[in-house]
């Protein structure tokens, strides 16, 4: 009787098989992320603060990270939003979202930043918020 052809393995072992693969981009995201800010072009939103919701997700050339030092802090995003909205008054979420893409590129590791800010108030209550996505790589 001969082996059944299922039987027969025609690749390496698995021992054989490299181990790890070499990682190229580490992805390191905040998300949710709740700043107060003055935003807005109509005068209503002058003069108040309104909530704002953002997510970030940025490329980082890290790999092997071991220690803090060796990839970006997430709070590095969070003290960037806030000092952004602690700056003064902004008309519009794609110069929020573009002011905090900036800020990202300022550790050199980070190769691409896509920021999302959303206002939940904008369309209340007929939608649960509007906002903008932008998506900026390293020039």
């Given at each position: ?18 181990k790890v693969a ?42 092997h990270c071991e ?41 050199h590791r980070v ?29």
């Amino acid at each position: 009787m001969s082996a059944s052809p299922l039987s027969e393995t025609p690749f390496p072992a698995p021992a054989l098989a490299p181990k790890v693969a070499k990682i190229i981009v580490t992805k390191v995201f905040v998300r949710g992320l709740k700043v107060d800010a003055q935003i807005g072009v109509y005068d209503h939103e002058h003069g108040r603060v309104q909530p704002l919701v953002i997510d970030v997700e940025l490329d980082v050339a890290a790999s092997h990270c071991e220690q803090l030092g060796d990839t970006v802090n997430y709070e590095t995003i969070r003290t960037a939003a806030q000092d952004i909205a602690a700056a003064g008054h902004i008309d519009l979420v794609e110069t929020f979202a573009e002011r905090l893409a900036q800020a990202c590129f300022d550790d050199h590791r980070v190769t691409r930043a896509r920021v999302r800010v959303e206002k939940p108030l904008a369309l209340a209550p007929h939608a649960a918020a509007a906002g903008v996505e932008i998506t900026a790589v390293r020039g």
